[in-house]
Structure formats: structure tokens, C-alpha cells
T-cell receptor, first 114, second 112 residues
């Protein structure tokens, strides 16, 4: 089974609506990274969370890491067509910031209808 | 421009052939990671190098190998290519988990 599960797999929302994407880990996270990818292109870094209960915002995107550090959510407020793409969460399971690799979820494909 | 440079952007080759993908990390980053992204498997970690030495291995096939050179650029070698090796190959670099991982724009490999 997958270590990192993302839900939903895909999402279609009307422009202006809010939405949430979830990322659930089967074990404790030492870091959780959110990336956005346009189809067939590179990954754009959005946010990194490390502490349980941490919350970060950038423009209309907010990400949280729950207290137990096993789940993160990404919330987009008043969605716009520019938010469309694939959202990927990446987990750092390496204690102590050892520059270990990230394990990724399968992604959530977001479409925003004008 | 993320600062991580991957070449070539596209590559089309025949089954059984060998190709080399190249990655130049962001200035100052000592770690380089290679990932493979396919529709069915998602983004899979292949291998990590840190300052010239192999640090971690993921789901990398024996037909694949990588190295990191003294100038810190890295190459991923794929040999005896099969149709199923068609995918996007990404390189990422990092100077520490506190600073995140920066991805290149990828190399799209098509095996025909």
C-alpha cells in the first residue's frame, strides 16, 4: 500500500469556490512539502511544513500539518483558473534533516472552471 | 527558472538503446536526486547523491545507473531501454531539508 495517500485524485471546481486537498501518511512525518505541477512540466515548490500544528499561507493557498504529523491539508480560497494543475505532497521521513529523499503521493488534479 | 538545469528536454530513442540524462544542480546545493514520473506509478524516487557519493537508492532498476561529478553535476544513465521506461525524469537538488528541494523541468524520454 502507498505510504502517502492524497485525496481526492481529481477535483473540478467553479472559479471562486474554495477547495481542500488532503495528504495522509501511514507514519510520522518529519517534513511535508507541497508542490504544484502543470501537466508535463516541472514541480513548483509551494510550502514546507515541519512542526505539528504548523500552518503556512501564501497568497490564497494555506497548508496545515496536524498535531500528530501524519496528515496535511492544502486549502485554496476563491479559486482561479491559474490554480489549475496537479498538486503533489512529498513526505520527508528522515529524522534530523539529513537531506534524505522525498516520497510523493500520486497527486490531485485540479481543474477550475471559469 | 528554478536554478536546476536538465538536458535534454526531450529524447526519443529505440528499445535496447542507451541514453544519458544530465542535471546541473542549483548553485551551492550538494545533494542531487533523480525521480521518474509515469502515469501509472506517479513520482518515484530513483537515487540520491551527496557531494559525489551515493546516499540513497529507491526503485532504481539495475539497467539504470547514476553518478555525480566533482563539479556536482549528475548524470543518469539508462541502458537496454524498454517501452516501459518511457517517462518524465526529474532531477532535484537540495542544500538541506530546511531549505526545500528544487526540481528541474525534467527530461521527457520516449522509447519506441
Amino acid at each position: 500500500s502507498q505510504e502517502l495517500e492524497q485525496s481526492p485524485q481529481s477535483l473540478i471546481v467553479q472559479e471562486g469556490k474554495n477547495l481542500t486537498i488532503n495528504c495522509t501518511s501511514s507514519k510520522t512525518l518529519y517534513g511535508l512539502y507541497w508542490y504544484k505541477q502543470k501537466y508535463g512540466e516541472g514541480l513548483i515548490f509551494l510550502m514546507m511544513l515541519q512542526k505539528g500544528g504548523e500552518e503556512k499561507s501564501h497568497e490564497k493557498i494555506t497548508a496545515k500539518l496536524d498535531e500528530k504529523k501524519q496528515q496535511s491539508s492544502l486549502h485554496i480560497t476563491a479559486s482561479q483558473p491559474s490554480h489549475a494543475g496537479i498538486y503533489l505532497c512529498g513526505a520527508d521521513y528522515n529524522y534530523g534533516g539529513s537531506q534524505g529523499n522525498l516520497i510523493f503521493g500520486k497527486g490531485t488534479k485540479l481543474s477550475v472552471k471559469p | 527558472d528554478s536554478g536546476v538545469t536538465q538536458t535534454p528536454k526531450h529524447l526519443i530513442t529505440a528499445t535496447g538503446q542507451r541514453v544519458t540524462l544530465r542535471c546541473s544542480p542549483r548553485s551551492g546545493d550538494l545533494s542531487v536526486y533523480w525521480y521518474q514520473q509515469s502515469l501509472d506509478q506517479g513520482l518515484q524516487f530513483l537515487i540520491q547523491y551527496y557531494n559525489g557519493e551515493e546516499r540513497a537508492k529507491g526503485n532504481i532498476l539495475e539497467r539504470f545507473s547514476a553518478q555525480q561529478f566533482p563539479d556536482l553535476h549528475s548524470e543518469l544513465n539508462l541502458s537496454s531501454l524498454e517501452l516501459g521506461d518511457s517517462a518524465l525524469y526529474f532531477c532535484a537538488s537540495s542544500s538541506g531539508t530546511l531549505y526545500g528541494y528544487t526540481f528541474g523541468s525534467g527530461t521527457r524520454l520516449t522509447v519506441v
